[in-house]
């Protein structure tokens, strides 16, 4: 699955947009939700691209993705709020087993 697009910000490191965009960093950090990078995808964009995504039969898949954009799955199929999803996190290469729908 595709990450989160972050715009002009995609591929760089958090301590350097933090030194290079402080303002816009605290922007983004005030409104993750809605924050869409300005040429990017906003956590809401990716949010409605996992529902979409999950109205398809999920017998026998493998996802494969990234890390905010696996919070924002797995935060939408278990019916989760923006803020419980945004509470949520994992550590790279963990795998997770989607059942119930």
Known sequence: MR???YGFW???A???LIAE???LWEERN???WE???YDGESYFDAHERALKW???PLN???IVCHRTFGKILRGAFAGLTPEEILATDFLHGQIFELKGK
């Open 35 to 37: 924050w869409n990078g």
């Open 54 to 56: 999950l109205e398809k």
């Open 10 to 12: 995609d591929g760089r």
């Open 60 to 62: 026998n898949h493998l």
């Open 3 to 5: 990450e989160v697009n």
């Open 14 to 16: 958090d301590e350097e």
């Open 30 to 32: 005030r409104s993750k």
């Open 21 to 23: 965009y402080p303002l």
